[in-house]
Nanobody
Framework: VQLQASGGGLVQAGGSLRLSCAASGGTFRRYGMGWFRQAPGKERELAAAINWNGGSTYYADSVKGRFTVSREDAKNTVYLQMNSLKPEDTAVYYC????????????WGPGTLVTVSS
């Protein structure tokens, strides 16, 4: 499956952005989807994830209550709504997919840069 993220940009602290990730080349409902991020000088971390049918989600403690992950299977798309953004949310955000029944994220798209100014 191929993944393409979009929606990054520059936003002031307290603002909002919505990232989108379009998938192609696979059966979308076979995949759990994750949003990872990597800030300058830091390791990549899983910010949010949603399972294959949308029935289960995960959020890192640092984004709980501010970010919402969702999926729209009819459009083969997963979203990350980011509210109350903070400068520490500045990172390259990557969309990733893992096949149903596997633990590891196997497929990655190019990242989209989110910059939050103070």
């Amino acid at each position: 499956v191929q993944l393409q993220a979009s929606g990054g940009g520059l936003v002031q602290a307290g603002g909002s952005l919505r990232l989108s990730c379009a998938a192609s080349g696979g059966t979308f409902r076979r995949y759990g989807m994750g949003w990872f991020r990597q800030a300058p000088g830091k390791e990549r971390e899983l910010a949010a994830a949603i399972n294959w049918n949308g029935g289960s989600t995960y959020y890192a403690d640092s984004v709980k209550g501010r970010f919402t992950v969702s999926r729209e299977d009819a459009k083969n798309t997963v979203y990350l709504q980011m509210n109350s953004l903070k400068p520490e949310d500045t990172a390259v955000y990557y969309c990733s997919a893992r096949t149903l029944g596997t633990a590891s994220y196997e497929y990655w798209g190019p990242g989209t840069l989110v910059t939050v100014s103070s």
